[in-house]
């Protein structure tokens, strides 16, 4: 079941942050796992990321559906 997370904060503590390296590492660790379809939610440090969540109102700033190219839209 999904839940909602309003804010970064909340995100942060319910999920460890890792560095930039490891995130790239399990990346292409579970791509191959991804399926058409699949929803992928991220969350940056960028000031842009932020301004994104504070517009939506949301946790995360990007939003991506897995595609059977392996593409990401």
């Known amino acids: ?38 929803l992928l939610f991220f969350s940056g440090e960028h000031w842009l990321s932020g301004l994104i969540r504070w517009r939506s109102k949301s946790a995360v700033s990007f939003r991506f559906i897995s595609m059977p190219n392996g593409y990401l839209i």
């Not at 804010?7 to 590492?25: C, H």
């Open 1 to 38: 079941m999904a839940r909602q997370i309003k804010s970064k904060r909340v995100l942060d503590k319910i999920y460890e942050y890792q560095t930039l390296g490891t995130n790239l590492r399990f990346y292409e660790a579970i791509r191959s796992e991804f399926k058409t379809g699949d």
